[in-house]
């Protein structure tokens, strides 16, 4: 099975690149974030014509996940469970950034958008720990109840873990994204029991997932790694390969973000 997870920016706006990419890759299912749609100003309909079950969660023109899949979708679930809303105050709601489902044979799969966390000092900040935490807990807890659990914890995390995941340290001096409290957060996910299935097959600097539209980032080659694929230990053994689609980073009406893409063998 290939499953695959990528930040669009935006479904609307690059429907045909996830089905080119969907028909080139052959991925089996596809995790994507920051759909910026609520569920009814989607149009699936070329993608169920191309074998696939879509599920979407979006409030508004911000955020919002969904999963695609041509192996089954089931038990749909739209939010972790305790995650806090924003604001984190009586007007807040929670924020369509987590859906899973079970797909294939019996892998759970979560599609995740990590707050950005904004500036040190912003409240957006501390919610973003707090969100991890909520993820820790719930991926804690599906291991304690079935250490055999086939579960998969995908997208953007909007933490670069280790000093090679960014271009130049110097420049997030005092920014979010590298503090140790947003890193020992994403420690504690993988403390949990899940474990990076990429990384080892793409170690060292210059590896990245995201480029800034701005400034010329991806031209220059400075990009930050920020997706993940987090897998249980069933899902770290059944792992035959991986990559990143840098080249769908390319190109007009690009993604900030490029694909991962995980091969496994129950």
Same mark, same amino acid.
């Given at each position: 099975?290939?499953?695959?997870?990528?930040?669009?920016?935006?479904? +609307? @706006?690059?429907?045909?690149? =996830?089905?080119?990419? &969907?028909?080139?890759?052959?991925?089996? *299912?596809?995790?994507?974030? !920051?759909?910026?749609?609520?569920?009814?100003?989607?149009?699936?309909?070329?993608?169920?014509?191309?074998?696939?079950?879509?599920?979407?969660?979006?409030?508004?023109?911000?955020?919002?996940?969904?999963?695609?899949?041509?192996?089954?979708?089931?038990?749909?679930?739209?939010?972790?469970?305790?995650?806090?809303?924003?604001?984190?105050?009586?007007?807040?709601?929670?924020?369509? +950034? @987590?859906?899973?489902?079970? =797909?294939?044979?019996? &892998?759970?799969?979560?599609?995740?958008? *990590?707050?950005?966390?904004? !500036?040190?000092?912003?409240?957006?900040?501390?919610?973003?720990?707090?969100?991890?935490?909520?993820?820790?807990?719930?991926?804690?807890?599906?291991?304690?109840?079935?250490?055999?659990?086939?579960?998969?914890?995908?997208?953007?995390?909007?933490?670069?873990?280790?000093?090679?995941?960014?271009?130049?340290?110097?420049?997030?001096?005092?920014?979010?994204?590298?503090?140790?409290?947003?890193?020992?957060?994403?420690?504690?996910?993988?403390?949990?029991?899940?474990?990076?299935?990429?990384?080892?097959?793409?170690?060292?600097?210059?590896?990245?997932?995201?480029?800034?539209?701005?400034?010329?980032?991806?031209?220059?080659?400075?990009?930050?790694?920020?997706?993940?694929?987090?897998?249980?230990?069933?899902?770290?053994?059944?792992?035959?390969?991986?990559?990143?689609?840098?080249?769908?980073?390319?190109?007009?009406?690009?993604?900030?973000?490029?694909?991962?893409?995980?091969?496994?063998?129950?």
């Amino acid at each position: 099975m290939r499953i695959a997870t990528w930040n669009i920016n935006s479904l +609307r @706006a690059r429907m045909d690149r =996830v089905l080119a990419f &969907l028909e080139r890759h052959d991925v089996d *299912v596809l995790a994507l974030q !920051e759909t910026k749609a609520k569920p009814e100003q989607l149009d699936l309909t070329a993608l169920q014509e191309a074998g696939y079950e879509v599920s979407a969660h979006g409030l508004n023109q911000w955020n919002g996940v969904a999963l695609i899949s041509r192996v089954g979708l089931s038990d749909v679930r739209t939010e972790l469970p305790d995650v806090p809303s924003w604001p984190e105050d009586e007007t807040g709601v929670v924020e369509a +950034r @987590a859906l899973s489902g079970v =797909v294939g044979d019996g &892998l759970r799969i979560w599609s995740l958008y *990590v707050p950005n966390g904004r !500036e040190l000092e912003h409240p957006h900040y501390a919610y973003k720990l707090r969100w991890l935490e909520a993820l820790r807990a719930e991926a804690s807890r599906t291991l304690s109840e079935d250490p055999a659990a086939r579960a998969v914890l995908v997208g953007d995390f909007n933490v670069a873990p280790m000093d090679e995941d960014v271009w130049d340290m110097s420049f997030f001096e005092g920014k979010t994204h590298v503090t140790e409290p947003e890193r020992a957060a994403f420690r504690a996910v993988v403390d949990a029991g899940y474990a990076d299935v990429v990384r080892p097959d793409h170690e060292g600097p210059g590896v990245y997932t995201y480029w800034d539209y701005q400034a010329l980032r991806f031209p220059k080659k400075e990009g930050m790694r920020i997706d993940f694929v987090l897998g249980s230990p069933a899902v770290q053994s059944a792992v035959s390969g991986s990559f990143i689609d840098r080249e769908e980073r390319k190109g007009k009406g690009a993604s900030d973000h490029a694909p991962v893409v995980v091969d496994l063998e129950f």
